[in-house]
């Protein structure tokens, strides 16, 4: 019992560890259409490690 409390303990840990160190990307641009034009609330998506990531474009004026 003790064992796997130690084994238990230390994937936490690891786990914590990780994503500590994780790092952070910030992606920006503008979306556009054919004509150049800002294409509004165009839908995007990141695979990213077997994770999806997915976002909608805002209007900025």
Known sequence: ???????????????????????????????????QEPFVFAKSRLLQGGRLFSSITEWKR
Do not use: H, P, W
Not at 16 to 29: F, K, M, N, W, Y
């Open 1 to 35: 019992m003790r064992i796997r409390n130690l084994i238990y303990f230390t994937l936490l840990f690891l786990g914590a560890l990780q994503a500590s160190i994780a790092q952070e990307r910030t992606i920006s641009g503008v979306v556009k259409d054919e004509n």
